[in-house]
């Protein structure tokens, strides 16, 4: 993550690597080998949750940057973080918010892999569009995707097949310390961004909000008549990964203007999204409640 700041990037990015290795791996744990045919038997339902990731998430940035006339710069970095789907941690928050416990997981696959494609797509389109000469290999897209979601969510799924008794062990342990190293990278990426999120300015900060806000909206109304669908398809949709949009941005050289636009989205999205998350959980618990006969 190439970030400037009082903490050193090679730190950061240790923290950061570390923490997306133990978090994707205790999901794999807790994935039962077999439960994907749920999924498989309801093509018409993973397919409006990817409509709701990969294209409409897209074009809602784009109309919300549009109407309110943002710098080039400020609308570069929101798009770049409106076609980097499949963020390493949606997948937790969406399980965390009551996600459905067997689509959350396929749809993260689904985005993960398919965003190797969709992202170099919209790449191109955006060439078409601002007159740039962007790019975005599907050899280094790939090699992210994989080294930070797909190999440790693997890892975890096969230790839970062949060694069951051991990885219900293991799971709730390695929950608590992920999620202890989340909050220590989160700690870190604010003590290094937080000027860049406090620079980014009022109409940046709505138009992020506003995006993140929509997304949540669409993807909800789209995932299905269960509520477990519609939330995964919600947070799905709405939280971005920035390890996708920073390798693009940095690749191509991007100025740093793009780069704390990118940033600012990265933590202004993850505070718009607490709300919703809340209201789930809350539905989610009121549901599981006894009622008095």
């Known amino acids: 993550m190439p970030v400037t700041g009082v903490v050193p990037d090679w ?5 950061a690597g570390a923490t997306l290795f133990i978090i994707m791996f205790d999901l794999g744990l807790a994935i039962v080998p077999g439960q994907f045919r749920w999924v498989f038997t309801r093509p018409g339902l993973l397919a409006r949750a990817l409509f709701c990731v990969l294209v409409a998430m897209p074009a809602l940035a784009w109309l919300v940057a549009r109407l ?52 170099p797509l919209w790449i191109a389109a955006f060439n078409e569009y601002y007159a740039g000469s962007a790019t975005a290999d599907p050899r280094d897209l790939a090699r992210q995707v994989f080294i ?31 999620g202890a190293l989340l909050v220590l990278l989160l700690v870190l990426v604010l003590v290094n961004i937080w000027e860049v999120v406090v620079s980014a300015g009022l109409r940046v900060s709505l138009a992020i909000v506003l995006v993140t806000t929509l997304a949540l909206m669409v993807g909800h109304a789209l995932g299905g008549p269960d509520p477990a669908t519609r939330t995964a398809t919600a947070i799905s949709t709405a939280v971005r990964n920035p390890g996708l949009a920073l390798l693009v941005a940095t690749l191509n050289a991007a100025s740093p203007a793009i780069i704390g636009a990118i940033l600012a989205y990265f933590v202004i999205a993850a505070l718009a999204v607490i709300p919703y998350i809340a209201w789930r959980r809350r539905a989610v618990a009121t549901a599981a409640a006894p009622t008095d006969a």
């Open 11 to 15: 730190l950061l990015s240790a923290v």
């Open 68 to 119: 309110l006339d943002l710098p080039r710069a400020a609308e570069v970095g929101i798009m770049l973080m409106a076609v980097a789907p499949g963020a390493p941690v949606a997948l937790r928050r969406s399980l965390g918010a009551g996600g459905h416990r067997s689509f959350a997981p396929a749809l993260q696959i689904a985005v993960a892999v398919l965003a190797v494609a969709s992202m």
């Open 148 to 178: 930070a979601q797909l190999l440790p969510l693997s890892l975890g799924m096969a230790m839970r097949r062949v060694a069951a008794a051991r990885a219900a062990w293991l799971e709730p342990k390695l929950k608590r310390i992920g």
